[in-house]
């Protein structure tokens, strides 16, 4: 293209139309840069809606123009609804845009309901999740998608498991309804509706639920084969509250306090964002709100704990690890996991896990009289559905001790009473009276037996 001699900063434009306008842009040598593209907003008056072309595309600046007066013209005219030239483009991205591509970056920019990212396992579940849909969709455009390919998935075969196939169901759902959803930038949606129309499966029956809780020679003989500087959290997780993996790891020096007995929880741990590298102390704290607590210290464990401190911490520093690992910084879920894994077998319980110990808490600790409130305070929890269904569980031998007792002493002091009784009206007051007595006995049972037979 000839330079020109306009001066730098000028702008050549060609006789204004009737309607918008072509304008040439000049750089600072004077050479045309490109074909700038107006016309008025038909939608928000007073504005411009603006395109540019290459120095070469002149023709093409010229009929984009006059193909954009023809769709205003059907707007004002009522025939056709106008959108933007921006929207439009989306729109025909959306519609070129293969299911893998969306998946992966909604993934990317997934967030919490807080709006926190996402890191650790949190991050790795998300990912085993988009995992089992993903072959059934990754050949199809997004918009290609229909009901009935997501029922041609649905009703296949899901060798995973029916809680990675919820899981699933639940992440697909969510995949598509981001997608019926206007963008924060205010950009329209790329799909009009949720193509996934079929209910959520429901959760299936745990078959961790029905674990007996350790018994205390099991809980010896754990503790026994942990090695020595994590010997204290099957103590801790069985006796003082229940504390999950990552919140184990997560203990520092000064989250405990002997002179008063508490116990703080106020962090777990992960792998950051990403979930790689080595743990390290989450900056988010606990998984929920609810988990950040203040547990009481059983007297029992006062010196098991102060041993441990003196021994294998750094009482200077209260940021140091109660758990301080061999060979890096901050203690790690999986070593922890795998070295119960081995304890367990010589315990002779190759069923539980780590993560059992805190259902262990939580039964036995109803069995002793412990409220349900007082439980799920010990645990964290805010939802009395999970405290009782996943968290605790029936004691057959501790059920039938109760049952017989009711049934023995009930029935045995009303008739003992009877004999000496010469009415049916003193019969039945001296029976109410014991059922009273009875009550009483045994209201501090009466409570878990209830809940405990709910969840079972």
């Known amino acids: 293209m000839p330079k020109t001699n306009i001066p730098v900063g000028k702008v050549m434009s060609k006789p204004r139309s009737q309607w918008g306008t072509v304008i040439p842009r000049y750089d600072d040598s004077g050479s045309l840069s490109a074909w ?74 997934y967030t919490l309901l ?32 229909k009901p009935r390919h997501i029922k041609n998935w649905y009703d296949g075969p899901h060798p995973e498991g029916q809680w990675s196939f919820r899981r699933a169901c639940m992440r697909l759902k969510a995949v598509f309804r981001s997608a019926t959803t206007m963008s924060m930038d205010g950009s329209p949606p790329l799909l009009k509706d949720n193509p996934f129309i079929f209910p959520i499966p429901p959760e299936p029956d745990s078959v961790r639920e029905d674990i007996p809780p350790v018994t205390p020679k099991q809980l010896r003989v754990l503790a026994e084969n942990m ?95 109660v758990f301080v690992p061999r060979r890096v910084k901050v203690m790690s879920q999986t070593t922890l996991e795998a070295q119960f894994a081995r304890a367990r077998k010589k315990a002779g319980r190759s069923d539980l896990m780590l993560h059992d110990l805190r259902a262990s808490h939580a039964t036995l600790l109803m069995l002793k009289g412990g409220t349900l409130r007082e439980v799920m305070n010990q645990l964290g929890h805010a939802s009395e559905k999970v405290a009782i269904k996943h968290y605790q569980r029936v004691v057959a031998e501790h059920q039938r001790q109760i049952v017989n007792l009711l049934a023995d002493e009930f029935l045995q002091e009303a008739y003992a009473e009877g004999t000496q009784t010469d009415s049916l009206e003193d019969i039945v007051n001296v029976t109410e009276q014991r059922v009273r007595e009875l009550t009483r006995m045994i209201a501090d049972f009466k409570q878990a037996i209830d809940e405990l037979n709910l969840a079972s």
Not at 124 to 133: E, T
Request: net charge positive.
């Open 36 to 109: 700038q593209v107006r016309y008025p907003n038909p939608v928000d008056h007073g504005k411009k809606v603006q395109k540019q072309f290459k120095p070469h595309q002149e023709h093409e600046a010229h009929v984009w123009l006059e193909n954009e007066h023809h769709l205003v013209d059907l707007h004002t005219k009522g025939i056709q609804t106008w959108v933007h030239p921006r929207d439009r483009m989306r729109r025909e991205r959306a519609n070129q845009m293969m299911f893998k591509e969306y998946v992966e970056q909604w993934a990317v920019e």
């Open 227 to 321: 090695p020595d500087y994590t010997r204290l959290t099957v103590f801790l997780s069985t006796l003082a509250g229940g504390l999950r993996c990552g919140e184990l790891c997560g203990l520092q020096v000064g989250d405990i306090d002997l002179d008063n007995k508490i116990l703080r929880v106020r962090r777990s741990i992960n792998r950051g964002h990403l979930d790689r590298g080595e743990a390290r102390f989450t900056k988010t704290k606990t998984k929920t709100k609810r988990s950040v607590r203040d547990l009481p210290i059983p007297d029992a464990l006062v010196d098991m704990i102060r041993e441990h401190l003196h021994t294998f911490c750094d009482l200077d520093d209260p940021t140091s690890p």
């Open 114 to 145: 807080n709006g926190e990212r996402i890191a650790g396992g949190t991050r790795r579940n998300l990912y085993l999740d988009i995992a089992h849909f993903m072959p059934a969709f990754e050949g199809l455009r997004l918009t290609e998608i």
